[in-house]
Every structure is written in C-alpha cells, then in structure tokens.
C-alpha cells in the first residue's frame, strides 16, 4: 500500500476545506428534520437487537444431542462466522435467563433463498435449560433471540491456513460450522486444511457424526479424526486427545483452535504448552466456567458451602436476595427472577457488567474480560463471579 503526501501544510490545511464544505451543506440543507440513519440501518441490520426466531426442524445428531434449526420471522439471517454464537432469551419458571449457544451450520447456509442457522444442544445428564429445550421446543415455536456475538473464529490476517482443530463432546459445533464451509462454501478453494481431533466417550456419543462424515468423504481438505475414550474395539485413536495425538497430526505453524470442556482445556492449554506452542498459534473458545467452582484455579477451598445475602439495586429499587457461593451471582438473580443480560456467560463480552457497591467475590480467572480500570474501580461480571460474602451490587435495569 502506497499513500501520498502532499506535504505537512496541505495536509493539515485540508482539514478547513472540509469545514468549508460542511458550512455550506448545512446552509443549503432542508430544515424539514430527516429521520433515516443509513448507518444505522446497516448497524441493525448486521447486528439486530432482537430476533424473533421459528423453529424450522429439530433432528437427532447423536444419542443425547438434538439439532435446532431457526429460521428468522422477518426472512433476515445476520452475516456471521464459524464460531460465533447465538444468544436466546428465554422464560422458564417465571425467570428471564439468557444461554448462548455455538452456531452449528455454516455461514453459507445463511445466505441462500430460505436463510437459516442452527444450533446443537448435547443433554448427557439433567442440565437446566438444555432440558427445556428437549422437553418444550417444538416445530414452529418462535423464540427470542439474537446473532452474531464472539470473536473467536478462523481470521486470515493473524490464523495460519493450517487449522488443527480440538474438540471435545458438544465442542464440535464450531468445527462442524467451519468444515462445511470450507467444504461448500466461501472458503471452498482458499487453500485452507482442517484437521479435527475430536474427543467422545463412545461411538453413540459422537455429536454430528454423520455430517462430518459426509464433509469429510466430500473435501479432502477436511480431516475428521474421532478419539474415543471408553471404546476398546474402536480401530481408530484411544483414550484422550494427548500430546502424541496433537503431535502425530499437526504440521509446522499450524493454528490450534479448541473448543470442549473446561477439564479439557486445562489439559490441552498444559500440553500446548510443553510443547513450546506459542500464545498467536493457540486460539479457543469462550471457557464454560466448571459446575464445581472449587475447580477454579485461586478459589479459596472450603467457602463453597457459604449462603450470602445480595442487594440488588437498578435505579432506585432495591431487593434482597439469597445467593450460594457455589453458583455465579447472576445464577442467584435469575433464580430471584432479576433479568441480568449475560451472552457469553464466562466474563468475557462484558454484557453483564455490574457495580459492585460493596462485598467480595472471587472471579474466574478464565476468561476474566474486564478492562483494567473496570477491575481498579469495582466493576464485576455477574456471569463469572462468585459471592464471598454479603454483596451490594448496582446492575442495568432492563
């Protein structure tokens, strides 16, 4: 890129022309008020508020997963990458609860003459609202939500054209999403080479199988490698995705992107570590916060038994509410019923962020997003953060 100068008195003195130019567009402009905002327009448009979604199909893709595909009422899908997410607001039980959830299908698929987007919900025990949407949504439900939110997806300005993939359980979502776009989509052709180390229990287990087995057969620039964990006759890789998997399968500067459970980030991070991967190459996902917070890295053990008291303030209303100190604060508010805005539910995107008035939590120290003044000045992300004592707190009203 080349840029031309004119020189420091020119350039500078352009700065009046257009001053100029503005004075006499006002001058001569209507003093009937016009209210379109094209940008604003375009802004909505690739970012909408709210959505009201259909729900177009729902299929089996696997033994304890489901796969929900949405259509928009409107007919507009936003633009959005693999590994970007949906967020859905959802009314269970008299509380308002926000849950985000992994865009499954690829961006090409949002783009044709009947756009949609799906995603794909794993149930291998009782979780919340992953049983909600087993027991409830049906074929032709309208949901509330919105897309696209995350910044973790393939970015040809700093990822390396060679992507080895780790995924463990539901994790592959984001892996299926960029596979079947490179596969048959935009990326179809730019040289980029996919390989997936995909960790499962057992063959039943495999979240998608038979789409990734179809990509696979179809783009030689996908390669699914599937290991299992508790399947002695499987022919392929055992176990867990260690060090000699990653090594046996990885090729010099490639990218690794992961995208699984937190007991399996810790031991990927680890091994990524040892071998001398550097920070630019090792790119994951938003880190669900473990069920259990003692897992947590820094989490003073012995306090998770702990009930504490919680002053909610939005505006001039205050209300006192109960809260465990094994569950985020913003698990207590919306089991108090308090609308919180949480999207990435692991402190990262900063939708929540609240004031803490006074009181001591302990923050997860995974994905901990606040900017550093936030943290000098006692800001806090209900999503990721745990009570350690009685809390007054100031939130968004809503």
């Known amino acids: 890129m080349s840029i031309k100068v004119k020189g420091f008195l020119k350039d500078v003195g352009g700065a009046s022309r257009v001053t100029e130019l503005r004075r006499e567009s006002i001058a001569n402009a209507s003093s009937v008020p016009d209210p379109k905002d094209p940008i604003r327009e375009v802004a909505d448009l690739l970012h909408p508020e709210s959505m009201k979604l259909r729900v177009a199909e729902i299929r089996d893709t696997s033994k304890y997963a489901k796969t929900f595909r949405f259509e928009s009422v409107d007919g507009h899908i936003p633009v959005f990458q693999s590994g970007q997410y949906a967020n859905f607001r959802l009314e269970i039980g008299g509380s308002t609860l926000t849950r985000p959830y992994s865009i499954s299908s690829a961006p090409y698929e949002a783009r044709g003459e009947k756009p949609f987007f799906e995603i794909t919900i794993r149930r291998n025990r009782p979780y919340f609202v992953p049983d909600w949407f087993f027991a409830n949504v049906k074929v032709g439900d309208v949901l509330e939500g919105a897309l696209p939110f995350g910044t973790w997806y393939w970015e040809p300005l700093r990822d390396s054209k060679e992507i080895v993939?780790?995924?463990?359980?539901?994790?592959?979502?984001?892996?299926?999403?960029?596979?079947?776009?490179?596969?048959?989509?935009?990326?179809?052709?730019?040289?980029?080479?996919?390989?997936?180390?995909?960790?499962?229990?057992?063959?039943?287990?495999?979240?998608?199988?038979?789409?990734?087995?179809?990509?696979?057969?179809?783009?030689?620039?996908?390669?699914?490698?599937?290991?299992?964990?508790?399947?002695?006759?499987?022919?392929?890789?055992?176990?867990?995705?260690?060090?000699?998997?990653?090594?046996?399968?990885?090729?010099?500067?490639c990218t690794y992107m992961f995208c699984g459970p937190f007991p399996m980030y810790t031991l990927v991070k680890k091994t990524l570590g040892e071998m001398g991967v550097p920070d630019r190459r090792f790119r994951h996902d938003a880190i669900n916060n473990p069920a259990d917070v003692t897992l947590l890295p820094g989490y003073p053990k012995g306090r998770e038994t702990e009930t504490h008291k919680i002053t909610v303030c939005?505006?001039?209303?205050?209300?006192?509410?109960?809260?465990?100190?094994?569950?985020?604060?913003?698990?207590?508010?919306?089991?108090?019923g308090i609308k919180i805005d949480t999207h990435c539910r692991n402190g990262e995107c900063g939708f929540c962020r609240s004031q803490l008035i006074s009181g001591d939590v302990f923050v997860s120290?995974?994905?901990?997003?606040?900017r550093l003044m936030d943290r000098e000045m006692g800001w806090f992300h209900p999503c990721s953060a745990w009570p350690l004592s009685d809390l007054t707190i100031r939130i968004p009203i809503l």
Request: glycine content about 10%; proline content about 6%; charged content about 30%.
């Open 165 to 253: 993939a780790l995924a463990g359980g539901v994790g592959i979502t984001p892996f299926h999403s960029l596979a079947k776009e490179i596969a048959y989509g935009k990326l179809k052709g730019k040289g980029l080479k996919l390989t997936v180390l995909y960790g499962s229990v057992k063959q039943d287990d495999i979240v998608l199988k038979d789409e990734l087995d179809a990509i696979e057969r179809d783009c030689p620039d996908v390669r699914i490698v599937h290991v299992l964990s508790d399947e002695p006759d499987w022919p392929g890789e055992k176990g867990f995705v260690t060090r000699e998997i990653i090594e046996k399968y990885s090729t010099p500067d």
């Open 314 to 336: 939005r505006g001039i209303a205050k209300d006192v509410i109960d809260a465990s100190a094994k569950e985020p604060v913003a698990v207590a508010l919306e089991r108090a």
């Open 365 to 370: 120290p995974i994905g901990d997003g606040r």
